[in-house]
């Protein structure tokens, strides 16, 4: 199975939280990472957490980790148009590889 | 400042025709470099991470291969193309030997094999 896991889709009004939730298997991950994408562009870096940290604010960003059921998820508070995009849980285990979730796609309707 | 560029931007290539996908970074030294691929616009995945000059690491070894012949080029390349092969294909570099950095992408490179 994936590595990383996200659902794929999430719809919200303007105004709303949006929760967006990742899953991984492997416990050795020392760092967990949220990727924005807009359409046709590269990943940009949103917010990231260490393993020894449960939970970690930036402004409208929340993220929360729970390391025994290897659950992350982002929490943007205000949703605006601007936060439609595809959402990538990303988590650097061993070595140098960097590994993505499936990403998922948040639609903001008005 | 660090900048990374990748071209072409976007490209046709009819099916067993080759490939070359070039990503080169500028303002640092030593980075890892990463090749993506992302089918459908949904999901990202790993093909190739680099440490080193000459240094290859595959995650999916299909016809896909490769290079890094300078240390802030890296380059992608097929033989014969699959339709398989279209989709959107990301490079990125991470500073070497820190433990939290982020990654840094390119633009992509959007290619449809016809």
């Known amino acids: 199975g994936e590595d990383v896991e996200q659902s794929l889709f999430l719809s919200v009004r303007e105004g709303d939280s949006s929760v967006i939730n990742c899953t991984y298997t492997d416990s050795s991950s020392t760092y967990l990472y949220w990727y924005k994408q807009e359409p046709g562009a590269g990943l940009q870096l949103l917010t990231y957490?260490?393993?020894?940290?449960d939970m970690k604010q930036d402004q409208r960003l929340t993220v929360l980790l729970n390391k025994k059921d290897k659950h992350l998820s982002l929490r943007i508070a205000d949703t605006q148009t601007g936060d439609s995009a595809i959402y990538f849980c990303?988590?650097?285990?061993?070595?140098?590889?960097?590994?993505f979730g499936t990403g998922t796609q948040l639609k903001v309707e008005l | 400042s660090q900048t990374i560029h990748q071209w072409p931007a976007t490209l046709v290539q009819p099916v067993g025709s080759p490939l070359s996908l070039e990503c080169t970074v500028e303002?640092?030294?030593?980075?890892?470099l990463y090749w993506y691929r992302q089918a459908a616009g949904r999901g990202l995945q790993l093909l190739f991470y680099s440490v080193g000059i000459g240094q290859i690491s595959s995650e999916v070894p299909q016809n896909l291969s490769a290079s890094r012949p300078q240390d802030r080029q890296f380059i992608l390349s097929s033989k014969k193309l699959l339709l398989s092969d279209s989709g959107f294909y990301l490079c990125a570099w991470r500073i070497r030997g820190r433990r939290n950095t982020e990654a840094f992408f390119g633009q992509g490179t959007r290619l449809t094999v016809v």
């Open positions: 957490i260490f393993s020894n940290m």
């Open positions: 303002g640092t030294s030593n980075p890892n």
């Open positions: 990303s988590r650097r285990g061993g070595g140098n590889k960097l590994t």
